[in-house]
């Protein structure tokens, strides 16, 4: 059974930094496009970050110049570097790996709880 397990979420104060990591079973994730989306409370999830197996990147507007995804693939892990963190990054965030366009797998979730 393919497992993707985020870690790192928590409690910081505006202005701090976090770093979110995503290990996988079962599947070699520098086959795969992966991502980490999150979701806030009334909200729809949302993209965050996403880095191909041939390591482009792409961004969401929110996050550009202060979030960084990173892959290494000898850990297969992937990761989200999240610096300048304020009140509206508040939200469950989740790892994402894609190959193609039917398969694909979530991670349960990490909560990152900015707050003074």
């Known amino acids: 059974q393919v497992q993707l397990v985020e870690s790192g979420g928590g409690l910081v104060q505006p202005g701090g930094s976090l770093r979110l990591s995503c290990a996988a079973s079962?599947?070699?994730?520098?086959?795969?496009?992966m991502g980490w989306y999150r979701q806030a409370p009334g909200k729809q999830r949302e993209l965050v970050a996403v880095?191909?197996?041939?390591?482009?990147?792409n961004y969401g507007e929110s996050v550009k110049g202060r979030f960084t995804i990173s892959r290494d693939n000898a850990k297969n892990t992937v990761s989200l570097q999240m610096n300048s963190l304020n009140p509206s990054d508040t939200a469950v965030y989740y790892c994402?790996?894609?190959?193609?366009?039917?398969?694909?797998?979530w991670g349960q979730g990490t909560q990152v709880t900015v707050s003074s």
């Open positions: 079962r599947i070699i994730l520098g086959n795969y496009v």
């Open positions: 994402n790996a894609k190959l193609g366009a039917t398969l694909e797998f």
């Open positions: 880095i191909t197996s041939g390591g482009s990147l």
